[in-house]
């Protein structure tokens, strides 16, 4: 499990502390430092910090939604297991900035979601991070985690983005380089945040078959696309999307004219589109004029090129 490997080694120290009550006393804040480094000294002094008890109701969301769905049967899911087994790995949080006393989620939040509905406190730690160290923590976690999807993780770099967030941090959020972010963004820009809750996290779909998805979205309207999600699994539905899109686009039909003779008489029809024009004649009113037609054709295609208007 993706999370308990992340945090394995902090808990390999020996049992984790017994939860203690929660205090709304602030850490003491430490001198000005970068990012990174800021995130990586709160992960080594986990450790020495005890896990403690906080009521849900006391949580806030913040930091980046990087989940394209809610899955209220895999929170469901999770509060089964957390009522079966316990809380096997506590989240963290920070202070709230806005309010006192108050927590947000930095990690953790389906495993919040899932002790709001049993109605159990939250084994967390408590940091103060600030909004830049709060989204890479959250993109380090993230990166951990194995169950979430490419489009996800395309998702959460576009948020970081629209959220002001310089493409250095979303480098360092995500931990991959500069190329690949650029990739990922072309793909967020060219595939609307509306299709992609369409189709959903798509979890067997890579990089490629999404750029490949991408590049097919490129004149083509969103409100005709979305119906084309549809399927049993979110996989599936990102299947239907691009083999809609794969399929040739229906000639539109031709336009038709009535084809009339000396004095208006009509003779049949004419019809024209992008690639023909047809001649259609009405062969129980004109059956000899349409022989006549197909015999000298010939003599009138000699007469046309004669006339120098080719």
């Not at 002790?115 to 993230?142: C, F, S, T, W, Y």
């Not at 059956?287 to 007469?303: C, M, Q």
Request: net charge neutral; with cysteine.
């Amino acid at each position: 499990m993706a999370r308990k490997d992340l945090l394995k080694g902090l808990m390999d120290a020996g049992d984790p502390p017994s939860p203690a009550s929660v205090s709304t006393s602030q850490p003491i804040p430490r001198p000005g430092r970068g990012a990174i480094g800021a995130v990586s000294q709160s992960i080594a002094d986990l450790r020495s910090r005890s896990v403690i008890d906080v009521p849900p109701d006391m949580i806030d969301n913040a930091g980046i939604r990087d989940r394209l769905d809610d899955d209220p049967e895999g929170i469901a899911a999770l509060a089964e297991s957390i009522r079966d087994y316990g809380q096997q790995v506590p989240v963290l949080l920070r202070h709230s900035p806005n309010y006192e006393g108050r927590y947000e989620v930095v990690y953790g939040r389906r495993r919040v979601s899932a002790l709001k509905l049993l109605g159990q406190p939250v084994k967390a730690m408590i940091r103060n991070l600030n909004d830049r160290e709060l989204v890479i923590a959250q993109g380090q976690e993230n990166t951990a985690r194995k169950d979430l999807s490419f489009i996800e993780k395309v998702n959460f770099a576009r948020a970081m983005r629209d959220e002001g967030f310089d493409r250095k941090i979303i480098c360092d959020a995500l931990q991959i380089d500069k190329t690949l972010i650029s990739r990922m963004l072309s793909v967020a820009d060219s595939v609307p945040l509306p299709l992609m809750r369409a189709i959903g996290t798509a979890p067997g779909i890579g990089r490629d078959r999404w750029t490949t998805l991408a590049s097919r979205l490129k004149g083509r309207r969103i409100e005709d696309v979305i119906p084309l999600a549809d399927g049993a699994t979110s996989d599936a539905k990102f299947e239907a999307v691009l083999a809609g899109l794969t399929q040739r686009a229906p000639s539109p039909a031709p336009d038709k004219a009535p084809l009339t003779g000396n004095g208006g008489e009509r003779l049949g029809a004419v019809s024209r589109n992008s690639r023909a024009t047809m001649l259609t004649i009405d062969n129980s009113q004109h059956a000899k004029f349409a022989e006549w037609l197909v015999e000298n054709i010939d003599e009138i295609h000699r007469s046309w090129l004669a006339s120098g208007e080719e």
